[in-house]
């Protein structure tokens, strides 16, 4: 990681557009770099982390915290009225809305991070796709939407299978099937057609070629603004339940050398033919088969950034700030060197027995283990209320190792002690991810939560652990230790004294 | 003294057998030698059970203790007399939010007559619309659930009167 004061700091002040973990990580290189940092907040936030860790703090207001968070004009206002020169978006939020880079612009200041026409380009799925496809990053073949099934066949099986075919206006799965063979192809393409027509109104069919186990594989890139763009590898994030992403590492397991570079290298070119500027994560898929497909263009910091800080030992906001003051990309694609393995888990307040539902609690006790190679990412305090107002997302883990089953031990065993007790958490389910030897193997797809649901499931504690639990919560009750400490039951018993 | 602790929906019954010279607790029967008694309150902890060092961290929360020994956390309610009286009646009494979520609907009044399973609330949470019913045949007392506003898991929305006597 580089340290130290910047003898010229490029910016004197920077107000952060987002709160929590990611609040606290910018504040943390901006008081490195020597640049005053300014917090924004709802009022119930008012005594959070990262409005104590800010040199400044300004209370926005709205209806509900999150809303507060999204209004553009009190946020510029804000980084005007105390004089900030820039504004860091953090991720989520306003991070990758157009409109606000456009008018951070337009009042005067500096939006760290890329131009307004970029994050429009590339937050549109289609014309993203099709820049995409135009400098030759590759896309999952498509038949596009037609009522025309004899042309669709026709080009369908052009494709090849296995192909997805659904309902161009849908949604819900109506119509939606899986084709393995031309001999299904018409009989499903009929089938879909007019579930469409009967659901909504619109017979066209759609098709793309179906990836099975596809594993989400993603390159961090950084742009100088002027066609120079360089990666720091790829990552790996497959591990997901409800669609988002709950471990990631970096380097991809088992990925072979020609295949990366060439992933990472598509990577560079799209970035290269945006005239790119700032970080951005290029996603795909990656099929079982070696091929991989553009899924998005990330426009902003993603929350699993330390992965990659860890093994290529850079600092990813030092280096978002300086980009953004118009400095160039202090190194050549050849100075990048990876070193190790990473793998960050997602602490969430969520149920995993219940389908990941959203926990709520008050965080009563805290205690994150500590060592060089680790990494707890948060904003948590004792006492804090967790609520719904905000994503379920806690805290980050991340643990470095010199190979990836060195850092998967150290992440088991970092999992193992931390104690976040008052609230229910995924921490013990992720200790079972990272020790299912599927993981472990890097057998890894998107579907791999659901694969694997009963052998992640939580196992009945033997009667042993359980009299151990039951004696360390009973000393924990107040009246049961004035009976052990002889004071009279009458008097012990008087009311229900909890610590 | 006979203190019951719910993990995991079984009810488990503790008691004192010994003080001196050591604490011997019983559970569910089972006798433990227990040493080196830890301080109260809540944080990092440790004791020797049978002669086994244990450490653990445990923190007092609303209805009961959460324990986390061995890598994983165990939230254990606490069921002894006075509590179960006020939970049992409580139990009865109340319709709890089972999750995080947002009111749709509230169908009744206070004052309402309602019929066990009759829908008092709609909420909604994480896209799901479900509906909370009268745990019992009774009459409205209280509905602290106002449509539009949204609560946290466990908060109470609605409550009956208490039974009247005889």
């Not at chain 1, 990580?25 to 640049?35: A, D, K, P, W």
């Not at chain 1, 709205?62 to 105390?82: F, K, N």
């Not at chain 2, 909604?124 to 602290?144: F, H, N, T, V, W």
Request: charged content about 25%.
């Amino acid at each position: 990681m580089m340290t130290g004061q910047d003898d010229n700091p490029p910016f004197r002040k920077v107000l952060i557009a987002n709160r929590g973990e990611i609040a606290c990580r910018v504040i943390r290189t901006l008081r490195e770099m020597g640049i005053a940092s300014v917090a924004i907040h709802h009022p119930v936030e008012a005594r959070a982390r990262h409005v104590r860790e800010a040199d400044e703090a300004v209370e926005i207001s709205g209806e509900t915290p999150v809303s507060a968070h999204l209004d553009i004009g009190q946020i510029v206002g804000a980084a005007r009225a105390v004089g900030a020169d820039a504004i860091h978006p953090g991720y989520g939020f306003l991070s990758e809305n157009a409109r606000f880079a456009r008018a951070v612009d337009e009042a005067g200041l500096t939006f760290i991070g890329p131009d307004a026409e970029t994050i429009a380009l590339m937050g549109d799925k289609i014309s993203a796709r099709q820049f995409a496809a135009d400098y030759g990053v590759p896309v999952a073949p498509s038949v596009m939407p037609t009522e025309d099934l004899a042309e669709f066949t026709r080009q369908a099986t052009a494709i090849g299978f296995p192909l997805l075919i659904k309902a161009a206006a849908g949604g819900g799965g109506k119509g939606m099937s899986i084709v393995r063979s031309a001999e299904e192809l018409e009989g499903a393409a009929r089938h879909a057609a007019s579930e469409a027509q009967r659901y909504f109104g619109d017979g066209r069919v759609y098709a793309e070629l179906f990836v099975e186990r596809p594993r989400h594989i993603e390159v961090q890139v950084f742009g100088d603004g002027k066609g120079g763009a360089i990666h720091l590898f790829e990552r790996e994030c497959s591990v997901q339940r409800r669609f988002q992403k709950i471990i990631e590492e970096a380097p991809a397991a088992n990925l072979p050398a020609a295949l990366r570079d060439e992933i990472c290298a598509s990577a560079v070119r799209l970035a290269a033919a945006a005239n790119y500027r700032n970080a951005g994560t290029v996603e795909y898929i990656l099929g079982a088969d070696g091929r991989f497909f553009f899924l998005e263009m990330n426009t902003r910091l993603q929350v699993e950034h330390p992965v990659t800080e860890m093994i290529t030992g850079l600092d990813l906001v030092r280096l978002q700030i300086e980009i953004a003051a118009g400095r160039d990309l202090p190194f050549a694609q050849d100075d990048v060197t990876a070193n190790g393995h990473a793998i960050e888990c997602r602490i969430c307040a969520e149920d995993p027995e219940r389908d990941f539902l959203p926990e709520t609690g008050t965080i009563l006790h805290l205690d994150a283990p500590q060592a060089a190679y680790l990494r707890f990412e948060n904003a948590l305090d004792r006492g804090q209320r967790v609520t719904a107002d905000f994503d379920p997302m806690l805290a980050k883990l991340v643990a470095h190792g010199p190979d990836r089953a060195g850092a998967t031990r150290r992440a088991i065993a970092a999992l193992h002690d931390l104690a976040l007790l008052g609230v229910k958490t995924n921490i013990d389910y992720l200790a079972r991810v990272l020790g299912h030897p599927a993981f472990a193997a890097g057998d890894l797809h998107t579907g791999f939560v659901v694969q694997h649901k009963a052998a992640l499931a939580a196992a009945e504690p033997d009667e042993a652990t359980r009299d151990k639990v039951l004696i360390a919560a009973a000393l924990g009750l107040r009246d049961f230790r004035d009976l052990i400490l002889g004071v009279p039951e009458p008097h012990a018993s008087i009311g229900l004294w909890r610590n | 003294m006979v203190l019951k602790l719910d993990l995991d929906g079984t009810v488990h019954h503790l008691t004192i057998l010994a003080r001196r010279p050591h604490l011997v607790v019983s559970v569910d029967g089972r006798r433990h030698v227990v040493q080196g008694l830890d301080e109260a309150g809540d944080g990092s902890r440790q004791l020797t059970v049978d002669g086994e060092p244990l450490a653990f961290a445990r923190a007092g929360s609303a209805d009961g203790v959460i324990v986390r020994l061995d890598g994983r956390s165990f939230a254990l309610r606490r069921l002894d007399a006075a509590a179960e009286a006020s939970a049992a009646g409580g139990g009865a009494n109340v319709v709890r939010a089972p999750m995080p979520g947002t009111v749709i609907v509230v169908h009744k009044r206070v004052g309402d007559s309602v019929q066990r399973g009759e829908t008092i609330v709609t909420i909604e949470s994480m896209k799901l619309q479900m509906k909370l019913d009268a745990p019992r045949d009774g009459e409205i007392a209280e509905i602290a659930a106002r449509e539009g506003e949204g609560f946290d898991k466990d908060a109470v929305l609605a409550r009956l009167a208490a039974p009247a006597e005889g």
